[in-house]
């Protein structure tokens, strides 16, 4: 089945499929659905952007979904947020992923754990290591446990600062 479209949805997708800048998928999501506009059969696709078959289905559906919202936004809307319209179709959906195991109360108060000099809670190091500093929420009983290695992808994704080893206080 033939996507039908307008040139302006053609010329968008156009600029996203050959973008250095887009994300793969996105390009690859691009090109598929340009290739259904011009005829081009499930098979053929496949072939030419080397993706399963279920996939050139589910993004011709999806944008076939979404055609007629774009279609009335496009003669309201400046080019560079129509773009970004037709760039949040070939987004992925939101997945849910396992739940958080700790709340963001506990997080915070990791965070505070953090920001305290370790001497102040007697141990002799200038700065806190991911180790040093799971041993101490747990002993605060802030978490029940928490591993060393997720203390130490927390710290980094809130970029807050431990050294690397433990440094120690020299008296």
Same mark, same amino acid.
């Not at 005829?39 to 993706?51: A, D, H, L, N, P």
């Not at 279609?71 to 947020?81: C, F, P, Y």
């Not at 953090?114 to 002993?139: D, F, M, S």
């Given at each position: 089945? &033939?996507?039908?479209?307008?040139? /302006? =949805? %053609? ?8 973008? #250095?800048? /887009?994300?793969?998928?996105? *390009?690859?999501?691009? &090109?598929?659905? $340009? $290739? ?11 072939? %030419? ?11 011709? %559906? ?11 936004? @496009?003669?309201?809307?400046?080019? &560079?947020?129509? %773009? ?6 070939? $987004? !992925?959906? @939101?997945?849910?992923?396992? +739940?958080? &195991?700790?709340?963001?109360? =506990? $997080? ?15 141990? +002799?190091?200038?700065?806190? #290591? ?6 101490? *929420?747990?002993?605060? !009983?802030? *978490? ?16 807050? @600062?431990?050294? +690397? ?7």
């Amino acid at each position: 089945m &033939k996507i039908e479209m307008t040139e /302006s =949805q %053609k010329q968008v997708l156009g600029e996203i499929s050959r973008s #250095t800048q /887009s994300a793969h998928a996105e *390009v690859v999501r691009a &090109k598929i659905i $340009l $290739l259904r506009s011009e005829g081009e059969s499930g098979c053929r696709i496949t072939e %030419k952007v080397g993706c399963h078959r279920n996939t050139v289905a589910k993004w011709c %559906k999806r944008w076939m979904a979404e055609q007629e919202k774009l279609a009335g936004a @496009e003669k309201e809307t400046e080019k &560079k947020m129509y %773009k970004e319209m037709v760039k949040e179709v070939l $987004l !992925d959906e @939101e997945r849910s992923g396992r +739940p958080s &195991k700790f709340t963001a109360e =506990q $997080l915070c108060e990791i965070i505070a754990v953090a920001c305290q000099p370790p001497e102040e809670l007697g141990y +002799p190091i200038t700065h806190w #290591t991911p180790n040093e500093l799971a041993i101490e *929420v747990v002993k605060q !009983d802030i *978490v029940e446990s928490i591993s060393v290695r997720h203390i130490g992808r927390f710290l980094k994704s809130v970029r807050v @600062e431990t050294a +690397p080893v433990a440094v120690l206080v020299n008296e």
